[in-house]
Antibody, heavy 121, light 107 residues
Framework: EVQLVQSGAEVKKPGESLKISCKGSGYSFTSYWIGWVRQMPGKGLEWMGIIYPGDSDTRYSPSFQGQVTISADKSISTAYLQWSSLKASDTAMYYC??????????????WGQGTMVTVSS | AIRITQSPSSLSASTGDRVTITCRASQGISSYLAWYQQKPGKAPKLLIYAASTLQSGVPSRFSGSGSGTDFTLTISCLQSEDFATYYCQQYYSYPVAFGQGTKVEIK
């Protein structure tokens, strides 16, 4: 079964660092992009960025560039989203999702279950 | 960046109704548009890609149309399990963008 399994919920204080993960299985991890999507409480979906684990090519939304870092470790089929200094406004559900690779972009066909990040003093 | 405007933001409908949701892109995106369904507490689920291609396993009461800048999602005969929030997404170019969402509620 093709699936993306994300790490568990996190509760952090402002200023702390955090790295959440997304592990792919059931398919060739290095042949698909992995994207990250934010959903703040009661709000819509926001595309944050995407990485191609095959060569670590990474693209960011201008809204998130410099605010987060996306990385991947293809040896363990895992992508990451990290913050160096969290803010209360980072409180949200974060989803990873798979995108096919090719000479065009594709829709997200497989989604992780989401990781809830709560930042509160 | 390409902007997506989705409407309406919410609608009330009854089981058996025909429902239409629209998305407009700020510039032409050919057919690089997808539709997702999200139920409370769950991850989004891909319904339609390439504007009109049904994802495997998605009921045929869902259909998509459009190209260029104007797109439509239609649910031909609303079922109880279809009450959810729907999002469109342009994937013509980075940064990818989602519409604001349409919440389909029970009348």
């Amino acid at each position: 079964e093709v699936q993306l399994v994300q790490s568990g919920a996190e509760v952090k204080k402002p200023g702390e660092s955090l790295k959440i993960s997304c592990k792919g299985s059931g398919y060739s991890f290095t042949s698909y992009w992995i994207g990250w999507v934010r959903q703040m409480p009661g709000k819509g979906l926001e595309w944050m960025g995407i990485i191609y684990p095959g060569d670590s090519d990474t693209r960011y939304s201008p809204s998130f560039q410099g605010q987060v870092t996306i990385s991947a470790d293809k040896s363990i089929s895992t992508a990451y989203l990290q913050w160096s200094s969290l803010k209360a406004s980072d409180t949200a559900m974060y989803y990873c999702a798979r995108q096919n690779y090719g000479d065009q972009l594709y829709a997200f066909d497989i989604w992780g279950q989401g990781t809830m990040v709560t930042v509160s003093s | 960046a390409i902007r997506i405007t989705q409407s309406p933001s919410s609608l009330s409908a009854s089981t058996g109704d025909r429902v239409t949701i629209t998305c407009r892109a700020s510039q032409g995106i050919s057919s690089y548009l997808a539709w997702y369904q999200q139920k409370p507490g769950k991850a989004p689920k891909l319904l339609i890609y390439a504007a009109s291609t049904l994802q495997s396993g998605v009921p045929s009461r869902f259909s998509g149309s459009g190209s260029g800048t104007d797109f439509t999602l239609t649910i031909s005969c609303l079922q109880s399990e279809d009450f959810a929030t729907y999002y469109c997404q342009q994937y013509y170019s980075y940064p990818v963008a989602f519409g604001q969402g349409t919440k389909v509620e029970i009348k």
